[in-house]
Structure formats: C-alpha cells, structure tokens
T-cell receptor, first 113, second 115 residues
Framework: GENVEQHPSTLSVQEGDSAVIKCTYS??????FPWYKQELGKGPQLIID?????GEKKDQRIAVTLNKTAKHFSLHITETQPEDSAVYFC????????????FGAGTILRVKS | DAGVIQSPRHEVTEMGQEVTLRCKPI?????LFWYRQTMMRGLELLIY????????DSGMPEDRFSAKMPNASFSTLKIQPSEPRDSAVYFC?????????????FGEGSRLTVL
C-alpha cells in the first residue's frame, strides 16, 4: 500500500526565513500531491497541489516541487510570517479503492517573530 | 456556501453510550469522506461515499462504527457502543471529484471524548 513519509515533524524558523517540508511516497502510479494547512481548532485546508505532469508549481510565497524519479515532493514557504504557523500535511493517492488520499504525519511549523 | 458543516463540535460521553456525528457537505459535491484524527495515528480515512453510495469502508475500525448517507446533503457516523479509545477529532470532508483526485473541503471537526 501507499506510505507517505513526512519530514521534519517540527520546524521552527525566524520570521522572514524560508521553510521546507519534504514528503516521500511509495506508489509510482501516484499522480496527485496536495498540501494541506491545519490551524488550531480547524479542519485542514488545501493550500497548493501539484499533478505529476509538472515539476513545480508556485502561488505567491508558496511553492511545491515534485521529483517523480525519486518519489518525493516538497513544500517551500518563503518570507515566512507568524500566520504561517500551523500544522502542514502532505498527501498522495492510494491506487486501491479509487485513489483515496493517504496523509503524512504532519509538520508543526512555528514562525518566531 | 457555508462550507462543510459538522455537529456537534464537541461531545463528551461515557463508555458504552451511542455517539452520532453529523455532516452536511457542500452543495453540489458528490463525494463525502469521514476522517479520524489522533496524535498517535494522524489523519485516517474511515469511509468515503460517492453519490451517496459507500465506496470504501476499509478504514472503519470495527463493527461498532457505522456510517450512512441517506441523501446528498446529509451523512452520519455512529459509534455504538463507544469506548475511550474512540476519543479523537472526527472530520467530514466533501469534494466535487470522484475519489481523491480533487480538493477536499473539510469541516471544523467534532471532538469526541469518551470517558
């Protein structure tokens, strides 16, 4: 089955610095890779996603890169701000049963001001 | 649209009691998902429906858990009897896409505590 490994589990950065979170997956047929942000007391919310036909996607301060050969994808946040502090989850689909998403364990990001 | 609506937001109950969690998906979405979130196991998919039909319930922990979707605008997750290890935050999510090929819209969750 699909395993999604996410690192690091916690990340602390200074405001204005960049943050990078990496995920690896096992199913070479996976073709969709979303990143979710979860703030305290709320449900996860999609912030960016990438499909396997591209290697990078950017949306303002957030970018995701995909390396299909190595089976890993990364979230990059530049010019971090205190409101970026949250838990971030990567996910990848599992081929069986209609490609249901398997989530990584999450990364707690703290942006210190 | 108000987004995915879940109720109750918090529930505290005693072991052995029946628990019913409710979800109203976003109008027009044809897929609905129930997830459970704990510190130990992270986000786990329990069951998902497409066009009100259960497609995959392999994540449902055991027979004490059941889920229904009687129509496109309502779903329930029931635990009977509840146990302390069921304590978790339960999320409902909906999507316009079949399976998981598109964005999932999560509700704010139902925090369950079983004493």
């Amino acid at each position: 089955g699909e395993n999604v490994e996410q690192h690091p589990s916690t990340l602390s950065v200074q405001e204005g610095d960049s943050a990078v979170i990496k995920c690896t997956y096992s199913d070479s047929a996976s073709n969709y890779f979303p990143w979710y942000k979860q703030e305290l007391g709320k449900g996860p919310q999609l912030i960016i996603d990438i499909r396997s036909n591209v290697g990078e996607k950017k949306d303002q301060r957030i970018a995701v890169t995909l390396n299909k050969t190595a089976k890993h994808f990364s979230l990059h946040i530049t010019e971090t701000q205190p409101e970026d502090s949250a838990v971030y989850f990567c996910a990848a689909p599992k081929r069986e049963y209609g490609n249901k998403l398997v989530f990584g364990a999450g990364t707690i990001l703290r942006v210190k001001s | 649209d108000a987004g995915v609506i879940q109720s109750p937001r918090h529930e505290v109950t005693e072991m052995g009691q029946e628990v019913t969690l409710r979800c109203k998906p976003i109008s027009g979405h044809n897929s609905l998902f129930w997830y459970r979130q704990t510190m130990m196991r992270g986000l786990e998919l329990l069951i998902y429906f497409n066009n009100n039909v259960p497609i995959d319930d392999s994540g449902m922990p055991e027979d004490r858990f059941s889920a229904k979707m009687p129509n496109a605008s309502f779903s329930t997750l029931k635990i009977q009897p509840s146990e302390p290890r069921d304590s978790a935050v339960y999320f409902c999510a909906s999507s316009w896409a079949t399976g998981n090929a598109g964005e999932l819209f999560f509700g704010e969750g139902s925090r369950l505590t079983v004493l």
